[in-house]
T-cell receptor, first 113, second 110 residues
């Protein structure tokens, strides 16, 4: 089983809202990632968690706040987003850090009004 | 800076034709991955190539990793409309992230 699940599938939020994106994997992977993908562009890395600790933050604005409650779960908390943050948010996991084979979830399509 | 250049960027062909997509870099990668992505969905892993010169086959798809591990190709034989999608190559970056090529958007017309 190489499944990564993400909820919700779609999300519409206003600029003053607070929402969270959720990601889950049960493959025993110890590295999890958040990517942002704009239309017609490849995914761009946002955060990397390695053994439940944040190891990489690609200079992401503080209105995005990641959280890794346990080795299977990864959240992305959203607050005071801007319309330009509208994108497909992808979660991925790999067996360990620096394991280059990453498995992606289906993504959350986010629209900020 | 590690970069992956994919070509062509767009490809529109008729059902039954063959095609090749290229992924090139001036950097050496320990492995390269190929993903296929449908609109609004996450990338789905097709293959990981690890050894220089390696050839892997997945039904009508043939993947090759260059001898110097700087390039890779994806060849599709007798393309079908179901092959339509965005094909992405990706390699490991120095921080454990994935570096993606810009993708090849393939359209196979019946």
């Amino acid at each position: 089983d190489t499944e990564v699940t993400q909820t919700p599938k779609h999300l519409v939020m206003g600029m003053t809202n607070k929402k969270s994106l959720k990601c889950e994997q049960h493959m025993g992977h110890r590295a999890m990632y958040w990517y942002k993908q704009k239309a017609k562009k490849p995914p761009e890395l946002m955060f990397v968690y390695s053994y439940e600790k944040l190891s990489i933050n690609e200079s992401v604005p503080s209105r995005f706040s990641p959280e890794c409650p346990n080795s299977s779960l990864l959240n992305l908390h959203l607050h005071a987003l801007q319309p330009e943050d509208s994108a497909l948010y992808l979660c991925a996991s790999s067996e360990g850090p620096y394991q280059e084979t990453q498995y992606f979830g289906p993504g959350t399509r986010l629209l900020v009004l | 800076t590690q970069l992956l250049e994919q070509s062509p960027q767009f490809l529109s062909i008729q059902e039954g034709e063959n095609l090749t997509v290229y992924c090139n870099s001036s950097s050496v990668f320990s492995s390269l991955q190929w993903y296929r992505q449908e609109p609004g969905e996450g990338p789905v892993l097709l293959v990981t190539v690890v050894t220089g010169g390696e050839v892997k086959k997945l039904k009508r798809l043939t993947f090759q990793f260059g001898d110097a591990r700087k390039d890779s190709s994806l060849h599709i034989t007798a393309a079908q409309p179901g092959d339509t999608g965005l094909y992405l190559c990706a390699g490991g970056g120095s921080q454990g992230n994935l570096i993606f090529g810009k993708g090849t958007k393939l359209s196979v017309k019946p």
